[in-house]
């Protein structure tokens, strides 16, 4: 039997060759063996490895219907949440404008509120038994009364107002005008025109 003598090898040596002394026996020769020669230093032999895809389980199956079954929804929220985003930006500013304005409110502002707002209450009691007259008596003097209190306000207001309802109006006549127009020339033949010349 062999008998290997030696300290332990620390780190960086380890990697080093070296030759190993086995301790000679009164019947056996000294022979030098290298590392290599010893069964518990040799390398197995080397195997060609190949990665092989795993099989999907029923659960990766199953979250994998629920992904394409819901992805066409997740897309119409994302883009729902596109076009909401901003007018949430909006109100929220606004509410935050508002707070710091109720926060620290000019001279006679409350007073004015309340008159303003029991001239709104007052256009209910008075449009009372039609729904038309219940939209337009209170905006109406909510409206008559705001501008008292607020002129350079309701100026501001009535020429931007105007000028969107000038453009709205315009527009809608153009429309009916185009849906009008191609019935009057349909109306007219080419052999009514060519009676007509002399």
């Not at 710091?100 to 409110?105: G, N």
Request: proline share 8%; aromatic share 8%.
């Amino acid at each position: 039997m062999l008998k290997v003598t030696g300290n332990a090898i620390p780190g960086a040596l380890s990697v080093m060759s070296l030759t190993v002394f086995a301790a000679a026996g009164e019947d056996e020769p000294s022979v030098p063996l290298n590392l290599e020669d010893l069964s518990l230093y040799t390398a197995p032999p080397q195997q060609k490895l190949r990665y092989a895809e795993p099989e999907a389980g029923q659960l990766e199956q199953s979250v994998a219907t629920l992904r394409t079954t819901v992805e066409p929804y997740t897309a119409w929220c994302h883009g729902a949440l596109g076009k909401i985003s901003p007018g949430v930006q909006s109100v929220t500013q606004f509410g935050c404008d508002t707070y710091a304005y109720l926060k620290d409110p000019p001279k006679d502002f409350y007073p004015r509120a309340g008159i303003i707002g029991s001239v709104g209450v007052l256009g209910l009691f008075l449009a009372r038994g039609s729904r038309i007259k219940s939209l337009l008596y209170p905006a109406g003097l909510v409206t008559v009364a705001a501008s008292l209190y607020y002129p350079e306000q309701a100026v501001g207001i009535a020429r931007s107002t105007g000028d969107s309802v000038y453009d709205r109006a315009l527009q809608v006549y153009v429309a009916a005008d185009k849906m009008v127009r191609p019935q009057r020339k349909a109306d007219k033949s080419p052999d009514s025109e060519e009676a007509k010349k002399p």
